[in-house]
């Protein structure tokens, strides 16, 4: 998504970019204080940080009909999730929220995302939720998938599961959103334009992944939704926010409110 604002094949004359690398649950904690004019954010996350951002019509990570597993070393029926011990890649992350609207009963068990396979197949944990590139290859570690709760979310209420955005300072002038959300747009389209080489620059951050599997993945979670919202994703993530207040999950009930 960032790669040709990144190298600057997308420039503007008020805005200069400056890239920042983070894991998802890192980045929700320095959105509560505030400290990126433009940063990756999880929707889980959007609640406890409204008041200071808004989300991006560009830029959202958005599984349709998939999304993040519960994998465990051995075959068990989605009702024996219950009361287990799982292993999550942080509580502001949307697949925990998605998890905890599927099965409200479980012990979660925090660990950075790329340690949870790990933490499974050592039993220390009865179950992990993967995200990122574990989705693709939990089965080559001898894992079983319990639950997908991508496809679960789109069985149960036939609407995408809108993972994660892009969000804005509120206090940013109007003309350097407009800018950003222009240029966030545009490198989105370039990046679809010109699949090959923003796929090689994006392979330099990637966690010991082969290309073929890179490819696979970027194309599951940048996609048309993520070069625009429309109105399916909203209206999920609206869904989603209202269910976790609802379950007594998030502290508020929050109206999701984008920026073009």
């Not at 051995?74 to 011990?85: A, F, I, Q, T, Y």
């Amino acid at each position: 998504m960032f790669y040709a604002m990144a190298t600057r094949k997308v420039r503007s004359r008020l805005v200069t970019v400056s890239h920042v690398l983070s894991d998802i649950e890192t980045l929700n904690r320095k959105a509560m204080e505030g400290a990126y004019e433009l940063t990756a954010i999880s929707y889980h996350a959007y609640p406890y940080v409204a008041d200071k951002y808004q989300l991006m019509a560009s830029g959202s990570s958005v599984g349709d009909g998939y999304g993040p597993l519960l994998i465990s070393t051995r075959n068990m029926d989605p009702s024996e999730v219950k009361g287990k011990r799982i292993a999550i890649p942080g509580k502001l992350t949307t697949a925990f929220l998605t998890l905890s609207l599927f099965e409200p009963d479980f012990v979660p068990v925090v660990m950075p995302f790329d340690q949870i396979p790990d933490a499974v197949r050592e039993r220390s944990v009865d179950l992990g939720l993967v995200i990122h590139e574990a989705q693709l290859t939990f089965s080559k570690g001898g894992f079983h998938c319990i639950t997908d709760l991508g496809k679960w979310w789109k069985q149960t209420y036939n609407l995408p599961l809108p993972l994660g955005a892009n969000a804005l300072l509120r206090s940013l002038p109007a003309e350097v959103k407009t800018e950003c959300c222009r240029m966030m747009k545009e490198s989105i389209q370039h990046a679809l334009d010109h699949h090959e080489e923003a796929l090689n620059y994006a392979m330099q951050f990637a966690r010991d992944m082969e290309t073929p599997l890179a490819e696979k993945f970027v194309g599951m979670y940048v996609n048309h939704h993520t070069l625009d919202c429309g109105e399916d994703v909203p209206a999920a993530a609206q869904k989603l926010l209202d269910m976790g207040f609802e379950a007594g999950i998030l502290p508020s009930r929050i109206q999701v409110e984008f920026v073009r």
